[in-house]
């Protein structure tokens, strides 16, 4: 049977197909010499391994979203609608689509489709929501139990059942509550980062198959991980971490703080969105 690798994905493929059963990009034909074994066709990509270094993948991801100051129009859009509540679903919902586009279309999806993009962006708000509400809670729990503890002391200190109030007993009673915060905090930060290593995967992997329950299959999530390397993968976490806090550095600085995160959100996202894309797809040519 001829046999060859798509081009655009790096599939391996064996059988007479006209489109690649993986991304349906139409496929060159691979031609068999009578009486002789099956050629294959190798794509520069494969021979590179089909990987994208970590620089590359940021650097055209930072390309792609600068599409979207060619598209002014659709930027200043996405720019209001990102800060009216409820409505920045649609928002969302942009940046479902640049993930369900990428890396194979060089193109910034179309703005169109509101509604559809409005619910999209609701499945990808969920699937974080379900995640991040464990780790949320416990944030939550132990910042309301200290605020609540400080009144508390205050009262019984108002009621005499102590017998004097002096700053040295304020400050060692916040010690110790913050000894019991600290811990909680910390946790939950670790828990926080160690569940977004899987959502950041998990939310491509839904998109990409289509079927976001997909967003929540560990074993299918840890494997891709495992194709595109946990070095590179972390690597990889470990860069968008750090563009974030230069972005919400950027974000805070005095007078045109405000001005960044108009304009800058929606590229932003759409940056991240495409190189999760771009990391992603790694994962289906690493066996080749």
Request: glycine content about 8%.
């Amino acid at each position: 049977m001829p046999k060859g690798y798509c081009p655009y994905c790096g599939l391996a493929i064996e059988g007479d197909f006209t489109y690649c059963p993986s991304c349906g990009k139409l496929l060159p034909s691979f031609k068999e010499a009578a009486g002789e074994a099956a050629s294959i066709v190798v794509p520069r990509r494969v021979e590179l391994v089909g990987r994208v270094e970590l620089v590359d993948n940021i650097l055209t991801s930072m390309k792609y979203s600068a599409l979207l100051f060619k598209d002014l129009g659709t930027l200043i859009i996405l720019a209001i609608l990102h800060i009216i509540p409820l409505v920045n679903l649609i928002v969302t919902g942009y940046i479902y689509r640049v993930i369900q586009g990428s890396p194979e279309s060089d193109v910034l999806p179309s703005f169109k489709d509101l509604g559809k993009l409005w619910i999209d962006g609701l499945k990808l708000w969920a699937v974080t929501f379900i995640y991040m509400f464990i780790p949320a809670l416990i944030i939550a729990a132990a910042s309301v139990s200290l605020l609540f503890s400080t009144p508390s002391f205050l009262e019984i200190r108002r009621a005499g059942i102590m017998l004097r109030m002096t700053g040295s007993d304020f400050a060692e009673f916040l010690a110790r509550s913050f000894i019991i915060f600290l811990p909680i905090l910390i946790g939950s930060l670790i828990l926080f980062f160690l569940i977004s290593i899987i959502l950041s995967m998990g939310i491509v992997h839904g998109i990409k198959t289509g079927n976001m329950w997909k967003a929540f299959s560990l074993g299918e999530i840890l494997k891709i991980i495992s194709r595109i390397g946990w070095g590179k993968y972390l690597l990889w976490m470990f860069a968008m971490s750090i563009l974030l806090v230069i972005f919400s550095a950027l974000g805070n600085s005095p007078l045109i703080g405000w001005m960044i995160i108009f304009l800058l959100t929606p590229p932003f996202y759409v940056f991240v969105a495409r190189s999760a894309a771009q990391i992603y797809s790694e994962s289906k040519t690493s066996n080749i």
